[in-house]
């Protein structure tokens, strides 16, 4: 079931996150702050360093990547030029983050963060950070573990892995709201999933922490293995993933367990992404 997929980077430092920039070039995190760029022959270059643990990545319209750094629990920002590092948010007077997990950009510019809380205290929440910076609590709703996250192919809401549950929920925007959120797939209790990214066709990829497996869940909810590695060698614990490439066919998992990213193709199309263009912080 590994036929698809190659080991296509090497050298990183225990990759959790995968993000892509508008471009389809694509970035990776490491457990010392690492922040890397890879390029179209899987050659890595590290460009920044935050002196934490890098989990998820998003990459807003002007190339600045943004970061969650689990040891610092913030948002950082790595401007694209200097490539210096900065907080973008802490969360909020009321709520600071405690283990801001992945993140995403809608189109208006506002990134959300997975909170996760901790491990099976159903205490995790989303936050919302407004271009302004301003950081609030955007849902209650997803407590168990709410880990990876991303735009649904139509940009109608976000979908929400809980790693505690285990399975992904559609949050709906209700303007600046959050709706209740709609439970669109559960997986049995020896899962536990990680990641998500959207099917241009509709469903989505789950990348599982346990067992070292990647699903596809169709549009009705339907879920089945799209591949799995008993060895934990190709895919060891991977994470996340993200559709790469100019016409987004390439999928590109992170595997925390080793020192690689693999990449594929799936016969599958990834949703586009937002990439606002953001005014540079005074």
């Not at 022959?41 to 807003?60: C, P, R, S, W």
């Not at 969650?68 to 401007?79: E, F, G, H, N, T």
């Not at 490539?83 to 809608?106: C, I, K, W």
Request: proline share 6%; with cysteine; aromatic share 8%.
């Amino acid at each position: 079931m590994l036929n698809n997929f190659d080991i296509w980077a090497e050298g990183l430092d225990h990759p959790e996150g995968v993000a892509v920039g508008s471009d389809g070039s694509v970035y990776a995190g490491g457990e010392a702050g690492q922040v890397y760029t890879i390029d179209e022959d899987g050659a890595v270059a590290e460009i920044a360093q935050t002196g934490g643990f890098i989990l998820g990545l998003a990459i807003d319209g002007n190339d600045n990547i943004y970061v969650c750094d689990l040891a610092q629990s913030k948002v950082l920002r790595i401007d694209a030029t200097t490539r210096s590092v900065s907080e973008y948010s802490a969360g909020s007077h009321e709520q600071p983050m405690r283990t801001p997990n992945y993140l995403a950009f809608d189109a208006a510019g506002n990134l959300y963060v997975t909170d996760s809380g901790t491990w099976m205290g159903r205490d995790g929440v989303v936050h919302r950070v407004a271009p302004d910076g301003t950081t609030s609590v955007w849902s209650t709703q997803v407590p168990s573990f709410p880990n990876g996250c991303c735009l649904a192919a139509d940009a109608s809401g976000l979908l929400v892995v809980e790693s505690n549950l285990p399975g992904v929920s559609l949050i709906p925007f209700e303007g600046e709201r959050a709706g209740e959120p709609q439970r669109l797939v559960e997986f049995d209790d020896d899962v536990v999933p990680d990641g998500v990214a959207a099917c241009q066709a509709g469903g989505f990829i789950v990348a599982c922490y346990r067992p070292d497996r990647l699903y596809y869940v169709d549009p009705s909810g339907s879920a089945s293995i799209l591949a799995h590695d008993p060895h934990a060698v190709m895919l060891a614990a991977p994470t996340n993933v993200a559709f790469a490439g100019p016409d987004r066919r390439r999928l590109v998992v992170s595997s925390l367990g080793r020192w690689h990213l693999a990449h594929g193709d799936i016969g599958m199309v990834g949703a586009k992404l937002a990439f606002p263009q953001l005014s540079t912080p005074a």
